[in-house]
């Protein structure tokens, strides 16, 4: 077993248990995206222990059970302690900051025991959705889709983090919830993502999903964890969703609304008052997180529609603000319009824009400033969901965000190979020292290509690949070596 070591050393980070990609992990993203370029590694580092120093003390509570954890709500509704969607951040933030957090693994395991104790009635194992101060549930003992799809992400990435040979086997928890998820809260014939598991067939929210919910590189993750291909489909789904909306309801911006109807047909933006408010169908305290959801997509799998969505509302948010962030206002209309009283500063829209300005090195200048104003942004004048959803994008914009489907065998990310050009549309050079066997596989980790080659250089055709990321992986007599690259 990997547990029990304890360093103690002055200035030192301290860590009881050991892990296997302990924080800083300055994962390397896809090649032609960036990071905030006015700070060093080492301050972007420091900004997220700053920020989850304040963040731990105030949201990780375990005063329901002395093994439980869970991420306190009530800053945002006295009436509760805990949503699913907010136990889910807080597995991830866990799960990434280990190795800097002594009690890492403590307050993650704790996590996951308040989510066992407190299952969904339709799926039990699913999460219900809502505690309160009593620590009992609250408002329906039905499950959220948001937070059953982080608390599995998490698992996976504790598997990863910890191995899963120790009290709670990580891995069989996350393919329960994933099985689960794809049961209950994924269409069984369009494979859009549900609002939750308490949505059925006799139900108006049917055809209706939530973008906020579309997070595709947790969907890859779960495809290679379960190899169950109809993930692939619900991704396709997500992209097909966005890029309607972005075509026919908000062509100028860009903007994704709170909910979407019609997933049947054409989906569209929502009606007024649809499930939550008179903003369902704009750009508001749902979507504010799409950029950052789909921006992953492409920092680590090169997915070129993430790239393609998130650009086109990147672009439009800087010139809207005149390339100042200070003037990034909370909620708009699809069309780019204010919603009434959304004249103020809110991280939970700040960061996710923050995060979408990393997919083209053209916006150094926008990145550089929207994390500034980020950073700004003062912990004691937010609540719950605007502080969780900064120290989430702080983890992304630091280059600390790994992914748990590319942490497997499969990837070295050594960087001493040389190929070129990387995207490419039709061929890919490689230069080696000697004479190897090259294989190139998907991001599945699938074989789409074995072969030998000679030492020097060699071009490949790639023209019929399908577009996407690709891991090309090159064995000669004493070493192996991994990288990606991507196909345009």
């Known amino acids: 077993m990997r547990n029990f070591i304890l360093i103690i050393l002055a200035g030192a980070y301290i860590s009881l248990y050991s892990q296997n990609h302990p924080f800083p992990q300055h994962y390397p993203y896809m090649a032609g995206s960036i990071k905030p370029s006015n700070h060093s590694q080492t301050q972007l580092d420091n900004d997220i222990i700053s920020f989850y120093n304040s963040w731990k003390a105030t949201y990780f509570k375990n005063n329901c059970g002395a093994n439980q954890y869970y991420v306190w709500f009530g800053d945002e509704d006295p009436n509760a302690i805990c949503v699913s969607e907010g136990q889910g951040y807080g597995m991830l933030i866990a799960a990434y900051m280990a190795g800097y957090d002594a009690n890492a693994k403590i307050i993650f395991d704790g996590l996951y025991n308040f989510y066992k104790a407190h299952p969904s009635s339709i799926n ?11 620590c009992t549930d609250i408002n329906g003992v039905d499950a959220a889709t948001d937070g059953d799809m982080d608390i599995a992400y998490a698992l996976l990435l504790a598997d990863k983090q910890w191995g899963s040979a120790g009290a709670i086997n990580y891995l069989q928890a996350a393919n329960d919830i994933i099985n689960a998820i794809m049961i209950s809260e994924v269409h069984p014939l369009e494979f859009s993502t549900m609002l939750g598991d308490w949505v059925t067939s006799g139900n108006s929210t049917y055809y209706a999903t939530r973008p906020s919910d579309f997070m595709p590189d947790h969907f890859r993750a779960f495809y290679y964890s379960t190899l169950d291909n109809n993930w692939n489909h619900v991704i396709d789904e997500c992209y097909t969703v966005i890029s309607t909306i972005q075509t026919n309801n908000s062509p ?30 704009d750009y508001n305290y749902n979507s504010c997180r799409v950029p950052w959801r789909l921006a992953t997509d492409f920092l680590i799998a090169g997915e070129t529609r993430s790239q393609t969505a998130v650009n086109q509302i990147n672009t ?40 979408g300005a990393m997919l083209d090195n053209t916006h150094q200048a926008w990145l550089n400033a929207t994390y500034d104003h980020l950073i700004a942004q003062n912990f004691a004048d937010n609540t719950y969901f605007g502080n969780t959803l900064k ?7 630091s280059g600390n965000y790994w992914p748990p489907y590319a942490i497997t065998g499969l990837e070295s990310n050594s960087g001493s190979i040389n190929i070129f050009p990387n995207p490419t549309k039709d061929n890919l050079s490689i230069e080696t020292l000697q004479k190897s066997t090259i294989e190139i596989l998907n991001i599945q980790g699938q074989t789409i290509l074995q072969n030998q080659i000679q030492q020097g250089k060699t071009s490949l055709y790639i023209s019929g690949f399908a577009k996407g990321v690709y891991i090309l992986r090159l064995s000669s007599s004493d070493k192996t070596e991994v990288t990606r690259f991507v196909k345009e």
């Open 124 to 134: 039990s194992n699913l999460m219900a959705w809502q505690q309160g101060p009593m």
């Open 252 to 281: 100028a911006t860009g903007l994704i609304p709170d909910f979407v109807v019609n997933c049947n047909t054409t989906p569209a933006p929502a009606s007024p008052n649809f499930l939550e408010g008179p903003n369902d169908g």
């Open 391 to 397: 120290m989430l994008c702080l983890i992304v914009l």
């Open 316 to 355: 439009w948010i800087e010139s809207h603000t005149s390339s100042n962030p200070a003037n990034i206002y909370s909620g708009y209309t699809l069309s780019g319009g204010n919603i009434s009283g959304n004249n103020y500063d809110d991280p939970s829209f700040i960061g996710p824009f923050a995060v």
